[in-house]
């Protein structure tokens, strides 16, 4: 079954410090998400992006996060100046029908970043 | 903006009982309802959905019903066994998901 890989599965830094997260979605997905987690806390909704830009992004998703298809495959998800309430788990996914359907949703094993 | 309820927040049970989980969402264009069992530091599994034109659907012990008069729906667990225990999360999709808060079942057995 085609999987959505993340790397790395965890990453601990600095506060201050740059993070790019990684992420491969399915090669025929059109429609990629990112998602973030807050330990015991409620999945919530960053961005979402289809053809090459940005479709919508949460409140949550200030000028601190950028997001990047450098490439054909990868997917990024770039947290300028990190925060110690950044940690959290960064789950990546990629859905074929998403945006107007909605449904075929694949998410990531996520990213787990600690920011010390 | 959109938002989503669930309760309750804990449900412990005795194997072999049922078990009942309830969303409620704000916002009437959601056309896709998904239940997700997360297990501890896992990604959220997707284990059951609806769309916005079906008022009932199931798989085995599990079935979800969709009242979108109400803007309500629900999961149901027959027959609970152990190994469903775990974090549950309903989600209502327009263009993006919005997840309720989470149920914490507990299966005794």
């Known amino acids: 079954e085609p999987e959505v890989t993340q790397t790395p599965s965890h990453q601990v830094t600095q506060m201050g410090q740059e993070v790019i997260l990684r992420c491969v979605p399915i090669?025929?997905?059109?429609?990629f998400y990112w998602y973030r987690q807050i330990l015991g806390q409620k999945v919530e909704f960053l961005v979402s992006f289809y053809n090459n830009e940005i479709s919508e992004k949460s409140e949550i998703f200030d000028d601190q996060f950028s997001v990047e298809r450098p490439d054909g495959s990868n997917f990024t998800l770039k947290i300028r100046s990190t925060k110690l309430e950044d940690s959290a788990m960064y789950f990546c996914?990629?859905?074929?029908?998403?945006?107007?359907?909605?449904?075929?949703?694949?998410f990531g094993s996520g990213t787990r970043l600690t920011v010390v | 903006g959109e938002n989503v309820e669930q309760h309750p927040s804990t449900l412990s049970v005795q194997e072999g009982d049922s078990a009942v989980i309830k969303c409620t969402y704000s916002d009437s264009a959601s056309n896709y309802f998904p239940w997700y069992k997360q297990e501890l530091g896992k990604r959220p599994q997707l284990i059951i959905d609806i769309r916005s034109n079906v008022g009932e659907k199931k798989d085995q012990r599990i079935a979800v019903t969709l009242n979108k008069t109400a803007k309500h729906f629900s999961l149901h667990i027959t027959e609970t066994q152990p190994e469903d225990s775990a974090v549950y999360f309903c989600?209502?999709?327009?263009?993006?998901?919005?997840f309720g808060q989470g149920t914490t079942l507990q299966v005794k057995p």
């Open positions: 090669s025929n997905h059109l429609y």
């Open positions: 989600a209502a999709h327009t263009g993006k998901l919005i």
């Open positions: 996914a990629s859905s074929e029908k998403g945006g107007r359907l909605g449904y075929g949703y694949t």
